[in-house]
């Protein structure tokens, strides 16, 4: 039995909180990616522990928790951007579509493809808006001619919210556009390769208000179309846009369930006191 | 007990006391830097001045003009105006006619002399100018000919009238000749073609650049070709793919160790493995960008180290993050955005390979070379290493034409380096 402690609080030893078990259902019925017993090491540092947690097809799930709690950790293993980090080792089992994505048969290549990412600070590439939504389609070989090209563009900039504000101006700078506007072209550029799952990793956190309210209302539409997995440290932004919510602590997914049922009626003592706004 | 406080009062003017203090010091400070600043200016201002005051008048030279009577059957024996017959005619006489004409010189020494106040250089120019166009053949044609540079330091005061004729390199009959010449108006300081168009010579009259200035180029063509594609792969591999332990550790200390070598030890390898191991003969342009490229691949590898990491992580995620390989991160978009700053890199490694003198010294690119190198393996030498053997002459005339020759150097610097910061600046991108 592990006892974790919090540093956060005064006396440690009455926060002192058993983290056995995940409470809530981490199970789905149709699941589109499963993590099983997900163990991360960065060094020495065990980072994620034993994370098992279904995510559903069409579904938004929110991971929230306090910084360092493993979240983005845990999103970047879902599509294999950790592989980047020296240090990084994952254990366990991560399938997507009842396939083990760390088997050594899986090509990293076509899982990002399939699993997408926007990350916390919009990073357009220094290329036209264009260029920047048709990179993926391009290296993917998706497109065979310029025509269906230019339509792969048009649809995913109209999915992302952006096509009637940039549609006069593709050949311009990614980069010229505003925060949120970049936001939403890394969407669009996200989901030109018609990929299966989005992760996203506070995508907001960089973006005003009315941006952040936009891009909301994206993931609402986009979810209908595609999984999403959320990281975000706004709980108001968790509750308004995600089915499910997933809380971590200190490397432990501590409890998963309905939105709801997390915003009002927390099961685990240490859920009840972040969302409360005791800590984090 | 404790100390009663201080008033705001007492505190207020303490803290105006203090403040003023650490306003001293601030000017103090920057007094200090700026007069560093106009320390280093001084000295460059002195520099660039003597540099400029000496070299210019290396750029000129004084030129005698001859009406100089072409006569076919002496400079073209065999009438068919060619390479060989011109050769086996006798320029020499013809000038001689012209240069007695013009002095009146009579007497076997008065004759001698009065010809040695041309430029034994002249006999060449007279053969090109003829092969250039047979139909001056039989003319009579009113030419520039370059003066001796003992002439030419007299007409430039180095050479004093006041001196004893027997200590003196020119003849008191000499000087009336000069004196004459210059009377009427047929001596003349003109911009120096010989500067340009000559090669090394021991004639400091015709003493020229061009040779120095192809074999640069070459050696430099050669440096570049292998230096940049070399160092900014290995500086791709290293910062990109290669694993951190032990081995790229040392691999990276050395590099940085690299780049403070010595030049001339660059040279001592060349030496030892590109002439003493693979045979190659001395002074050829290409040994000289082979030492080159190896001197300034530190600099590049370095730089364009630099320039990788400056590229921000994200931009490598969101390559990644939609899937593109390893390969394509780098060549899509992290190349693109460190080319400026490798080219920055490359173009400063390259200005610095063309100061070099030391390591093409070991070579043997100090030889005295008297053809313009025509390909990579011609023997040659290079510009600074040109300047090095001028300087190193007795004639007065050197000394102009060595400042000169620095002029034309510092002239390629200051293009590279502008170039530089040109490339910089055109595709500096924003992210």
């Not at chain 1, 590439?125 to 792969?152: M, Q, T, W």
């Not at chain 2, 008048?57 to 017959?85: C, K, M, N, W």
């Not at chain 2, 320029?91 to 041309?118: D, I, M, N, W």
């Not at chain 2, 490694?349 to 025509?374: K, N, R, W």
Request: charged fraction near 20%; include cysteine; glycine fraction near 8%.
């Amino acid at each position: 039995m592990d006892l974790v402690v919090d540093p956060t609080t005064e006396k440690p030893e009455e926060r002192a909180v058993q983290i056995e078990e995940t409470v809530g259902n981490v199970h789905v019925d149709n699941p589109r990616m499963r993590a099983e017993n997900v163990q991360v090491h960065y060094g020495d540092k065990h980072a994620i522990q034993n994370v098992t947690i279904d995510i559903g097809a069409n579904e938004v799930v929110a991971f929230i928790g306090p910084s360092g709690c493993g979240k983005s950790t845990f999103l970047r293993c879902l599509n294999r951007m950790n592989d980047t980090i020296d240090i990084c080792r994952v254990d366990g089992r991560i399938e997507l579509d009842g396939k083990d994505i760390y088997d050594p048969s899986v090509d990293v290549v076509p899982l990002r493809a399939r699993v997408g990412m926007v990350f916390q600070k919009p990073n357009p590439f220094p290329k036209s808006i264009y260029d920047n939504v048709a990179y993926g389609p391009r290296i993917h070989g998706l497109c065979d001619s310029k025509a269906e090209l230019d339509e792969v563009v048009e649809q995913s900039l109209t999915k992302a919210g952006l096509w009637e504000e940039v549609k006069d101006r593709l050949d311009q700078p990614g980069t010229g556009l505003s925060g949120g506007q970049q936001q939403r072209l890394c969407i669009a550029r996200a989901i030109a390769v018609s990929p299966e799952v989005i992760l996203m990793d506070e995508p907001c956190s960089a973006l005003d208000p009315i941006a952040t309210a936009k891009i909301e209302e994206l993931i609402h539409e986009l979810s209908s179309q595609f999984t999403i997995v959320i990281v975000t440290h706004s709980m108001q932004q968790a509750a308004r846009v995600s089915h499910r919510t997933a809380y971590f602590h200190l490397g432990r997914l501590v409890e998963v369930g309905p939105t709801k049922q997390i915003f009002t009626s927390p099961q685990h003592s240490l859920t009840q006191d972040y969302i409360t706004g005791r800590f984090g | 007990m404790t100390k009663a406080m201080m008033t705001p009062q007492e505190a207020a003017q303490r803290v105006q006391q203090s403040v003023n203090k650490r306003y001293a010091a601030e000017r103090r400070f920057q007094l200090i830097g700026k007069l560093a600043i106009a320390t280093a200016l001084g000295f460059l201002v002195i520099l660039m001045s003597t540099i400029v005051s000496k070299g210019v008048p290396g750029f000129f030279q004084h030129y005698i003009q001859l009406d100089v009577t072409l006569d076919a059957e002496l400079l073209d024996p065999r009438g068919d105006a060619s390479v060989d017959s011109l050769f086996d005619g006798n320029p020499r006489k013809v000038l001689q006619q012209a240069v007695y004409a013009e002095t009146g010189a009579s007497g076997r020494k008065g004759k001698k002399e009065a010809f040695k106040l041309v430029s034994s250089g002249a006999q060449d120019r007279l053969r090109a100018m003829i092969l250039d166009n047979p139909n001056l053949l039989g003319t009579t044609q009113r030419i520039w000919f370059a003066v001796d540079d003992d002439v030419d330091s007299f007409l430039r005061g180095y050479i004093k009238r006041e001196t004893p004729e027997s200590d003196r390199r020119l003849s008191d009959r000499q000087i009336g000749f000069i004196d004459e010449l210059q009377a009427q108006g047929k001596i003349e300081y003109q911009l120096s073609d010989y500067l340009f168009s000559g090669s090394a010579s021991r004639n400091a009259e015709m003493a020229g650049v061009k040779g120095a200035v192809v074999g640069s180029i070459l050696t430099l063509t050669i440096t570049l070709l292998l230096a940049f594609p070399i160092g900014v792969a290995t500086a791709v591999y290293l910062e990109e793919f290669a694993p951190k332990n032990r081995l790229t550790e040392i691999i990276e200390v050395n590099i940085n160790n690299l780049a403070a070598v010595p030049s001339v030890v660059f040279g001592i390898l060349g030496l030892a493995v590109f002439i003493g191991f693979f045979g190659f003969q001395r002074s050829l342009p290409l040994v000289g960008g082979f030492v080159l490229a190896l001197m300034t691949l530190p600099t590049i590898i370095i730089s364009s180290r630099a320039a990788l990491k400056a590229v921000p992580p994200s931009i490598r995620d969101a390559a990644l993050g939609m899937g593109a390989s390893r390969v394509q991160v780098i060549t899509h978009h992290v190349l693109p955005l460190a080319m400026p700053g490798m080219l920055t890199g490359t173009i400063i490694g390259m200005a610095q390979a063309l100061g070099e003198t030391a390591p093409l010294l070991m070579i043997g690119m100090v030889a005295f070379i008297v053809d313009t190198p025509t390909s990579f393996v011609d023997p040659g030498t290079v510009l600074p290493v040109q300047i090095f053997m001028w300087a190193d002459f007795a004639e007065r005339m050197y000394v102009a034409k060595t400042s000169a020759a620095i002029l034309i150097l510092l002239t390629f610097l200051i293009v590279m380096n502008a170039l530089a910061v040109v490339l910089r600046k055109k595709f500096e991108r924003r992210w």
